[in-house]
């Protein structure tokens, strides 16, 4: 990747800057210093005299809910603290995080352990020195061994290791199989017979699939994503992200001419620009439609509305491919990436506890009662014993297993929000343009691509893993 970023963090500094959020202070700087204004919360991991004698090990977190955040203190924070006397892991829990870290990294201040959302969006101040490099604690660990290769390797910058990625998020399709008894619908094989059920569901005054992205516009990139890898096939959307092809090539602009077709019909969702994703995922419980097509992270999301007797009834598989010559495949994203921040004195202790992260014990603790968002991608997922988890994140864990064979197996496509630069991202997640009509689609593809090839030029591509022969 080229070097021109110093100016670039600059702009990105100050662009966060006017949203309000000034540069927090190293918390390891003064251990007695009350939590941020801008956390949420801060979790209790031991005790006021523990904390007096040991090191602070400081995270930053997003807003999670009092019951997530309880799961992460006993299966993650609590257990870190047991097993390494002499430190104490903090937690806080902030609304604003991502933000928070960029500008706090900027000033070489921030926690110890850096959380950010994808790849794509720490390369900036991974090219700035911002965070630590982690390929000695990777050799040191047996990482490399332990990862799904194309994960590990979407989080290395010129061969080398600074992210872990928290979790595997891959995109797909989620049924209600009980809707789909109901209505006498067989589980789909191929794509005419998903289109064939969503006409079905129409006619009967159901939605033909649910979604929503009223509370997040970004939701979109997830509909590119899956156009884009189960029509013009992930060997092509390889190829546009290495600029070996243009964006307006005949099969990626087809695949936006699709989804147009099927925002049209009424296939994503008659009301995808009023409802939110949650509140969809509660109509979906209701039976109003048989399908949301999402990524595998909802599972976190619906499990308030599939407890009990409904644990079983969410189901989640590959979309079938959209043309003859695609091969099945699930787009690889993650929930999330953790790396060390260069300016922390405690890096070894970190990379102890990223390494305590990827193991089957811990990944199977939290998974059990926070399903849908912590399968740090091991090869060997499908060894975690789920003997005592309910129906429900069984389900769950079963079907990201499923996710991992393909990825291993090299069947895989890529997700938008992690492969594409930021400026290419937002103009994918502005396709509403092309789904009303405002523009077709050869002229948008067109636009998308001049815009990628600026960013191309920048160097501000990440990582992208090449499909496994």
Known sequence: MKKNWTSYLAICLVCSLIGGCAPSRNTRADEKEAPSASADNSAETVSEKAKEDSIPITMWFWGSTPEQQEVLKTSLIDKFNRENPGYHLEVEYRSSVNNDVRVAISADQGPDILYESSPGLAATYIEAGKYADLTSYAEEYGWKDRLLEPAYN????????????????????FYDSRTLEENGWSVPDTIEEVESIMDQAMEKGMYA?????????????????????????????????????????????????KSAEWYQKGYLCKDYIALGRNEALQMMADGKA?????TSKSFQFAVTFYEGERGGDLKFMALPPGREGVSKNYAMGCTGVLGINEASEHKDICAKFLDMLMTEETVGDLSKDWPGYWYCPLKTLDQIDTSDYNVYSKNAMDAICEAVKSIDSGKFGYFASSCMPPQTFDEFVNIEVVWFGDENPEDYMKKVDGIFEAEYEKGMVPPIPPIIK
């Not at 290395?156 to 399709?173: A, C, Q």
């Not at 048989?290 to 999402?294: E, M, Y």
Request: with cysteine.
């Open 154 to 173: 979407s989080c290395t910058f010129d061969g080398k290791l600074y992210l872990i990625p928290m979790g595997l998020d891959v995109l797909g399709m």
């Open 209 to 257: 699939s649910l979604n929503g992205n009223a509370t997040w516009r970004a939701n979109n990139g997830d509909y590119v994503t899956m156009f884009l890898n189960n029509w013009a096939g992930p060997e092509n959307v390889y190829q546009a992200l290495m600029n070996e092809q243009d964006w307006n090539s005949e099969a990626l602009t087809a695949a936006v001419e």
């Open 290 to 294: 048989p399908f949301h097509f999402g």
